[in-house]
Each structure stands twice: as structure tokens, then as C-alpha cells.
């Protein structure tokens, strides 16, 4: 069986992270998608909020497992048993901390691979900050950037 970890922030998980997690079960039998802890942001859900956001959007898919995770991505890998990381790629301003992510990786285990999907272009321009600051200033209107639920969360986080 192809297993691949999706790692991420998603804070709050997007209409693009959903695009990636369904362009890779093309390629992959079974996906992590695996929050983890970025130490330099500060995040408006807690894991155990976005783990449900994520589980309400695939919890009955049989191919995706939701895993929340605070070691490195390495460590979670070999826990996983899984040799595979995925990426998505919106712009070239993606590529260079990309680079560094996968080379950091794959020097703390050498058969660590990632592999880059790229975003549709008409989420190309989406970034969760970016959506957490329409959220707090339009309060509402989100529905062509995340998922109904998610929509429902920022709102009521923001209300
Ligand atoms: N659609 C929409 N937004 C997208 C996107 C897509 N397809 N792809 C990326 N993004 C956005 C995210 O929304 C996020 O936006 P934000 O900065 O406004 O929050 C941004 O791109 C990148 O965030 P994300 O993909 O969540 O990665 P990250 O840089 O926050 O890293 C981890 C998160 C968990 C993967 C990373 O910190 C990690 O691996 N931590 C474990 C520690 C470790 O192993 N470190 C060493 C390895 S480098």
C-alpha cells in the first residue's frame, strides 16, 4: 500500500489544502494528513479544533487518517511508516523554503522523499493568514476559500 503524510499547519484547512489532499489520493492508497506545530505561528484553533474541522471533511473517507503531531516530521514518518511527504506548491515563492524543508528532512533521514503537488491556480493566491484576516474583517463571504465547516468556525471564532 502508497502512504504519504500531508503535514501542514492548516490553520484554519482550506479549499487549497483540500486540493492537494485530493490530488495526491490519485497517486497515494492512504494519506496522513498530519497537523503539526509551526513554533514561529500563533495559532487561532487549537489542534484538537482543527483535527475535527479536518475529520468532518474526510472522517468517512476509508484513505485519509487525521494525526496531530508535536516532533519532527522525520519522527513522525518513521512512526507512520511512511517514506513520503507531500507538499503543495502554489507559486515559485513556495520553491525556496520547500527546498529547505525537504533537504532538512531528508538529511535527518536519508530515505525521507517529498513530493510537490501543485495547487489550481484559482486557489494559488489563498493562505490561511490571509483567510483568517477576511474573516475577522468581513465576517462571512468565505465560501470560495474553505470548506462550509470551516467557514462556520472562523465565523463563530470571530463573532
Ligand atoms: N492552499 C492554501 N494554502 C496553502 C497551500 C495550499 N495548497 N499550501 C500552503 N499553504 C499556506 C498555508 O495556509 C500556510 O499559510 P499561513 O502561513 O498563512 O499559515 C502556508 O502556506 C504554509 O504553511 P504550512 O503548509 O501549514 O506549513 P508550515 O510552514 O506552517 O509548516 C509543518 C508546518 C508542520 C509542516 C512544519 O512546521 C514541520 O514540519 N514541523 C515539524 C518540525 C520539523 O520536523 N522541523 C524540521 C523540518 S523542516
Redesign the pocket.
Known sequence: MKKAIY?????PF?L??K??VERALKVFDHLYIAI?A?RS?KPLFSTEERKSQILEIFGKNDHVSVVVFDT???DLALKLGTKVIIR?L?AVSDFDIEFQ?AL??RKLDPELESIFFM?SIE?SF?????IKEIASMKGGGLSGFVPQNVERDLLSKFQ
Open positions: 503535514p501542514g499547519s492548516f490553520d482550506t487549497g489544502h486540493d492537494i503539526g509551526n505561528k519532527l516530521l522525520a503543495g502554489r524543508m532538512a528532512n495547487t486557489y489563498l493562505s490561511s493568514s490571509l
